[in-house]
C-alpha cells in the first residue's frame, strides 16, 4: 500500500511537470475522488496533547501519532536533554494508551544507530523507568549501519506492533536525507502509527515531518517536600528548554518544560529565578581576589580609535 502510494505521488508530480511546460493544467490533482465515511476517519490526524495549551495549538492539536515528527540537539552534549524529551513523549502516550485499552500499552522501540549510541550513550533501564516507562514494554536495537536502520524502522512501522518508535541518528548523514525522510513520513501515515526522529547533535535540514523540536538542558527546581515547601540542595524533576522550530504555528517560540514522571504530565515554568541564563553552575564561594593584580580579566571590547602618538 505505501509503494502504492509513493509510485502514484511521482506519478502526479511528473504529470505536474509536464502539464507546466506545456501550459496545461492536471484535472488527476484538481479533482478529488470522493471518500467515504472510513477513508475520511483515516484521513483525520490523530494528536497527542502536551497538556500546554500554547503549544498543542501550534501544534495543531499536538503532536501527530499517524505520521513523522523530529525531535533534535545541536550538541552532542545536550543529547541527554532530547532524548530525555523523547522519553516523555513515550512514557505519556503509553499512558494515554492504557487509559483507552483499559489494559498495558503497546510496546515501544528505539532504534539506535551504532555511530549515535557511541556518541551518546544507551538508554538505561532505570533512567527509562524514573521516566515513566514500562522496562516489560520497551525494546532496543543498534544496527551496525545506517540502512540496516532505515530498514528497521519502515519494517516496524509496517507491523503495527509498537505504540511508538524511536530512530535515532547522528548528525546530519548524507544517507538520510529529504527522500528518506519523506519515505518514513508515508509508511508511518500508511500505518496510522507514531514515528519519531531523534537527531543528535545535528542541524535543521529539510525533511517531511510534521513537527520539529530542538531539546536543551536546563537546571531542575529542587525537590519539592509534601508540606510545599523545597528541599535545599536537593534535584528535581527535568527540565527542557523547548524550541518548536517546525509547526502550524508562523513563527517558532521557546518555553520551559518540567517533566512530572509520577503524574506522566508536562508543567510549563515561565522562567523562575533559578533558570537564570547568567547564574553559575556552582554556587559556592569565590576565591578571595589576589593582591598583586586585580581579581578577574577585564572585559573587551571594540576599539573605535587609537590615540594620536604627535
Not at 42 to 68: F, M, Q
Not at 194 to 222: D, K, M, N, Q, T
Request: glycine residues 8%; charged residues 25%; contains cysteine.
Amino acid at each position: 500500500m505505501v509503494g502504492t502510494a509513493m509510485a502514484r505521488e511521482r506519478l502526479f508530480a511528473l504529470r505536474e511537470t509536464i502539464a507546466r511546460l506545456e501550459g496545461k493544467t492536471t484535472p488527476e490533482r484538481v479533482v478529488a475522488p470522493p471518500m467515504d465515511g472510513a477513508t475520511l476517519e483515516r484521513k483525520t490526524t490523530r494528536r497527542l496533547s502536551l497538556g500546554i495549551a500554547a503549544l498543542d495549538e501550534a501544534l495543531g492539536g499536538g503532536v501527530p501519532l499517524d505520521g513523522l515528527s523530529e525531535i533534535r540537539c545541536r550538541l552532542l552534549v545536550d543529547a541527554g536533554a532530547a532524548s530525555g524529551f523523547a522519553a516523555a513523549l513515550m512514557s505519556r502516550l503509553q499512558a494515554e494508551e492504557e487509559e483507552q485499552r483499559g489494559r498495558s500499552a503497546s510496546p515501544v522501540l528505539w532504534i539506535g544507530e551504532t555511530v549515535a549510541t557511541m556518541e551518546a550513550g544507551m538508554p538505561h533501564p532505570i533512567g527509562l523507568f524514573h521516566f515513566g516507562l514500562a522496562r516489560r514494554n520497551f525494546f532496543h536495537a543498534a544496527p551496525r549501519k545506517l540502512d540496516e536502520a532505515l530498514w528497521l524502522a519502515e519494517s516496524a512501522v509496517e507491523s503495527r506492533a509498537f505504540c511508538v518508535i524511536i530512530f535515532e541518528v547522528r548528525g546530519n548523514p548524507a544517507h538520510f536525507g529529504l527522500t528518506e525522510s519523506r519515505r518514513l513520513s508515508l509508511r508511518a501515515k500508511a500505518a496510522g502509527k507514531p514515528l519519531i526522529v531523534l537527531r543528535a547533535g545535528g542541524e535543521e535540514e529539510a525533511s517531511s515531518a510534521a513537527c520539529r523540536f530542538l531539546a536543551e538542558p536546563a537546571p531542575a527546581r529542587p525537590r519539592p517536600l509534601p508540606d510545599g515547601s523545597e528541599l535545599a540542595g536537593s534535584i528535581g524533576n527535568p527540565v527542557f528548554r523547548l524550541t518548536l522550530e517546525k509547526s502550524r504555528s508562523p513563527a517558532p517560540f521557546s518555553l520551559f518544560l518540567e517533566w512530572n514522571s509520577h503524574d506522566r504530565r508536562f508543567v510549563l515554568l515561565e522562567q523562575p529565578e533559578h533558570l537564570a541564563v547568567d547564574a553559575p553552575a556552582h554556587s559556592g564561594a569565590l576565591f578571595s581576589a589576589p593582591a598583586d593584580r586585580s581579581d578577574r580579566t577585564a572585559q573587551m571590547g571594540s576599539v573605535l580609535a587609537f590615540d594620536r602618538a604627535s
